[in-house]
């Protein structure tokens, strides 16, 4: 297996969330006494989110550019952002690296394909839901992925970065998730959900959502093990 380098800490939690389910994964499918060399780079998700805010993306480029190197110089041979916002630069990453990354969202959306769904709801930061690079390669291959409304949106932008990427899991932000999907579900009539934010898989485990979840993180990690081995 090729040696992986994650860029993590967008946030903390899913960084750790990768970290548990692709090592003992790789355990489960390589045998008892086998476990993954890889490297986390850690950065801090709230520069991410203000350099996106601030719509510095030649900026955010070269700070996750730095995170790839630090990768590259211990030795990883693919690199995945643990972070579905930082992926709103992936293809200006890529062109300053020859080292191959793996792109969560290319990953979804060949799920969905697979799955034959049409039209999925997408939860995630602001700039995930509306910034439109995560839709992008879903409608090139005819699948609609809707978001909530503009309250909706604030709310869960909200909750992401004051609760969620610090770890903290509130029953009543859960529930009002659970009904945002839904309405989606009722009124726009979507198919699935995307949990379009690493953070969200630990929102919602253990819970019986509406439709079907696309959950990007267990997607991902299964195509970085296409890649590695």
């Known amino acids: 297996m090729k040696k992986l380098g994650l860029i993590g800490g967008t946030g903390p939690e899913s960084t750790l969330l990768y970290y548990r389910k692709f090592v003992y994964e790789a355990n489960k499918r390589a045998g008892d006494t086998f476990f993954p060399n890889l490297t986390i780079e ?74 034959g769904l049409k039209k999925l709801g997408l939860l995630g930061t602001r700039f995930t839901m509306e910034a439109g690079f995560f839709k992008r390669p879903f409608i090139e291959v005819g699948i609609e992925v809707v978001i909530p409304n503009a309250d909706e949106i ?28 839904k309405r989606m579900y009722q009124n726009d009539g979507i198919e699935a959900i995307i949990l379009g934010c690493t953070e969200l898989p630990l929102l919602f485990a253990g819970i019986e959502l509406p439709v079907k979840a696309l959950d990007t993180v267990d997607i991902h990690i299964e195509a970085l093990f296409k890649t590695l081995n």
């Open 42 to 115: 850690s950065i801090n998700v709230y520069d991410v989110l203000a350099m996106c805010s601030r719509k510095d993306y030649k900026e955010l480029t070269n700070y996750l550019t730095k995170a790839v190197n630090c990768l590259v110089a211990a030795g990883a041979e693919v690199v995945a952002l643990t972070g579905n916002t930082p992926h709103i630069v992936f293809n200006e990453l890529q062109a300053c690296t020859s080292i191959p990354l793996v792109s969560i969202i290319d990953a979804t959306c060949a799920e969905a394909q697979t799955q």
């Open 154 to 181: 604030d709310y869960i932008a909200d909750k992401i970065h004051d609760e969620l990427e610090r770890g903290i899991i509130d029953p009543l932000t859960r529930d009002k998730f659970i009904s945002v999907i």
